[in-house]
C-alpha cells in the first residue's frame, strides 16, 4: 500500500511553546489530508479535513486558533499546535487520500506529543 | 450519518485457532468498509477494504473480512490465528458515492493471541 510518514515521531515540550508536525504521502498525491488525535485506549477523533490549496475544515469543538493547518502541496500537511498546554499532550496521527472515489485512506505512524 | 459498532472491547483466542472481530455498520449510502490493524504506539495500517463485487475480501497477513448486506455486517476473519497479531484492530466505513464524507470509525477490538 501507499505509504504516509509522520515526522517527528516523538516530541516533548514546554508549556506554551509551539510545536509543528509534518505529514508526507511518498508515492501518491493525496488531495485530501486529515489530522486525527487518539487518546489512551480509545478510538481516533477527527480534528480536521484539509485540501490541497484550500483551508481546513475543522471538527466541531476543534479550535482552528490553536491547532493550525496547512496543505500547501499535495504531498506535504502540517499541523502546528500553537502555545501548547499538558492538556494537549496526545497521540496525533495524519492520515491522507488521493483523488479517486475509491482511494484507500492511508495513516502516517503518529506522533506522540508530550507537554511538560 | 453513519456510524460503526464494534461490539467487543476484547477478543482472546489462542494460537492457531480462527478468529473473528466483529463489525457492524449504518450508512445512508452505499458502504465502504475498511479495517485497519494499529501496533502499540503506531499509526493505522490498512488491512483490506469492500467497495463491491465479492462479498468476502481478501486482505494483507491472511486475514479477510465477509461483507453482509442483510445484516450490515463487516467481520473480520483469520483461519490460524498468530500471536503476532494481537493489536487493536479499527473497522470503518464512508459512503462509497459522496467523496466528501469521512471515514467513521468503530471503537476498535484489542485483539489478544495467545501461545
Known amino acids: 500500500g501507499a505509504v504516509v510518514s509522520q515526522h517527528p515521531s516523538r516530541v516533548i515540550c514546554k508549556s506554551g511553546t509551539s510545536v509543528k508536525i509534518e505529514c508526507r504521502s511518498l508515492?501518491?498525491?493525496?488531495?485530501?489530508m486529515f489530522w486525527y488525535r487518539q487518546f489512551p485506549k480509545q478510538s481516533l477523533m477527527l480534528m480536521a479535513t484539509?485540501?490541497?490549496?484550500?483551508?481546513?475544515?475543522?471538527e466541531q469543538g476543534v479550535e482552528k486558533d490553536k491547532f493550525l493547518i496547512n496543505h500547501a502541496s499535495l504531498t506535504l500537511s502540517t499541523l502546528t499546535v500553537t502555545s501548547a498546554h499538558p492538556e494537549d499532550s496526545s497521540f496525533y496521527i495524519c492520515s491522507a487520500r488521493g483523488t479517486g472515489l475509491t482511494d484507500t485512506q492511508y495513516f502516517g505512524p503518529g506522533t506522540r506529543l508530550t507537554v511538560l | 450519518a453513519q456510524s460503526v459498532a464494534q461490539p467487543e472491547d476484547q477478543v482472546n483466542v489462542a494460537e492457531g485457532n480462527p478468529l473473528t472481530v466483529k463489525c457492524t455498520y449504518s450508512?445512508?449510502?452505499?458502504?465502504?468498509l475498511f479495517w485497519y490493524v494499529q501496533y502499540p504506539n503506531r499509526g493505522l495500517q490498512f488491512l483490506l477494504k469492500?467497495?463491491?463485487?465479492?462479498?468476502l475480501v481478501k486482505g494483507s497477513y491472511g486475514f479477510e473480512a465477509e461483507f453482509n448486506k442483510s445484516q450490515t455486517s463487516f467481520h473480520l476473519k483469520k483461519p490460524s490465528a498468530l500471536v503476532s497479531d494481537s493489536a487493536l484492530y479499527f473497522c470503518?466505513?464512508?459512503?462509497?458515492?459522496?467523496?466528501?464524507?469521512?471515514?467513521?470509525f468503530g471503537g476498535g477490538t484489542r485483539l489478544m493471541v495467545k501461545p
Open positions: 450508512v445512508s449510502g452505499n458502504p465502504y
Open positions: 508515492d501518491f498525491q493525496a488531495t485530501t
Open positions: 484539509s485540501n490541497e490549496g484550500s483551508k481546513a475544515t475543522y
Open positions: 469492500y467497495i463491491t463485487g465479492d462479498n
Open positions: 470503518a466505513v464512508r459512503d462509497l458515492y459522496n467523496a466528501g464524507n469521512m471515514l467513521t
